[in-house]
């Protein structure tokens, strides 16, 4: 599974989902999280992630805490922000060994949230200046015609 993470080749996603959902027995619980790593790894750039999310989610409640973990890290790495709620509540595990890769999942996914664009945030402030300009003329304007019909 390392060997395949390290290639870093997304066409390799469905062998390694296929081999985890149907050999997950065979495997010992170090290799089966690092398994859950790698198809997280090879699926974090798929536009739809949910079939992954929902495996790694119920791996959440496996009876092995090192397995836990490693789907805690799995979702992490898949980068599927709409994970965020379900780390957020396993964050506050007494268990460290489930609060502490679920803290860092939940800020890694925080961190990768796309920002608003530098140019977006520079039409909203034109727009601002553009409204208050607006503002400012419509007061002048009143205040003329208020000037006239004095006159």
């Known amino acids: 599974m390392s060997a395949i ?3 870093d080749d ?3 996603q469905p062998a390694v989902f296929h081999s985890l959902r149907k050999n997950a027995q065979l495997f010992r619980s170090r290799d089966y999280g690092r398994g859950l790593e790698t ?3 090879t699926s974090r750039r798929q536009k739809d992630r949910s079939e992954v999310r929902d495996f790694l989610t119920d791996h959440l409640d496996h009876p092995k805490v090192s397995v ?8 992490g790495i898949l980068g599927d922000p709409k ?3 379900v780390l957020e509540s396993l964050s506050q595990s007494e268990n460290e060994r ?3 890769p679920a803290q860092q999942a939940v800020s890694k996914l925080r961190d990768a949230k ?11 402030k034109e727009i601002a200046d553009v ?3 607006s503002n400012k003329l419509k007061t002048e304007l009143k205040t003329l015609r208020e000037q006239v019909e004095a006159k």
């Not at 836990?68 to 799995?74: F, L």
């Open 5 to 7: 993470r390290q290639l």
């Open 10 to 12: 997304d066409e390799l």
């Open 131 to 133: 409204k208050k300009e």
């Open 68 to 75: 836990q973990s490693a789907a805690i890290q799995a979702m």
């Open 114 to 124: 796309p920002t608003t664009p530098k140019e977006i945030i520079d039409l909203r």
């Open 83 to 85: 994970a965020i709620t």
């Open 39 to 41: 198809l997280a790894h």
């Open 98 to 100: 489930i609060s502490r």
